[in-house]
C-alpha cells in the first residue's frame, strides 16, 4: 500500500478504482451464483464416497479442508445423479458421509453445498465495494476534469 502513495494522484485513484471494481464484482457474482442455486436447485444430499485434503493447492484459495464427491439423491427422490463433486471446500470431514446439497439437475456433476443464505455476506460485502468504487470513479472523474482546465504551460526555451 506504500508503493501506491507513491503514484500521481490520477494513476493512483484508477489502480484503486480498477482493484474496487474487479474485488467487488468477484464477491457479488459469487454470492450471487450461490444464491440463484439456493433459490432453483433442487434440494438433498451428497452421500460421500471420497474426500482428499484441500491444502492450498491452485483450486483452493480460501481454506484447507477436504474437497469432497459422492451421489446425490434429492429430497423429493426426483433427481439421482450418481457421480457429484460438491463445489468448495468443506471445513470437516463429515462424520456420517452426507452432506446437504443443490443440484441444478439430472444432468448436473457440481452439487452446491446447502448454505442457507449463505450468499448474503459476500454479495452485500461486493455491493459496498462496488459503492466505494464508484465513489473513486467520481475522483478520478474530477481529476480528469481538473487536469483538462488547467493551462497547459511549456516551458520557454
Excluded at 506504500?2 to 471494481?21: D, K, N
Excluded at 459422492?70 to 463445489?87: E, K, L, M
Amino acid at each position: 500500500m506504500f508503493l501506491l502513495r507513491l503514484l500521481p494522484p490520477l494513476p493512483r485513484e484508477i489502480s484503486l478504482a480498477l482493484v474496487g471494481l474487479v474485488f467487488g464484482l468477484f464477491l457479488t457474482v459469487h454470492g450471487a451464483r450461490q444464491a440463484y442455486a439456493e433459490a432453483t436447485g433442487v434440494p438433498g444430499t451428497v452421500t460421500v464416497t471420497d474426500c482428499v485434503p484441500a491444502t492450498g493447492g491452485p483450486g483452493d484459495l480460501w481454506q484447507d479442508g477436504w474437497a469432497c464427491e459422492g451421489s446425490f439423491a434429492a429430497t423429493d427422490r426426483t433427481v439421482d445423479v450418481s457421480d457429484v463433486t460438491v463445489d468448495g471446500v468443506v471445513d470437516t470431514r463429515p462424520a456420517d458421509g452426507t452432506l446437504p446439497a443443490l443440484v441444478d439437475g439430472p444432468g448436473d456433476h457440481t452439487a452446491t453445498r446447502d448454505g442457507s443464505g449463505s450468499w448474503k455476506i459476500p454479495t452485500l460485502t461486493g455491493v459496498v465495494v462496488l459503492g466505494f468504487t464508484a465513489w473513486r470513479l467520481r475522483t478520478v472523474r474530477t481529476l480528469l476534469r481538473g487536469r483538462r482546465a488547467a493551462p497547459a504551460t511549456e516551458p520557454a526555451h
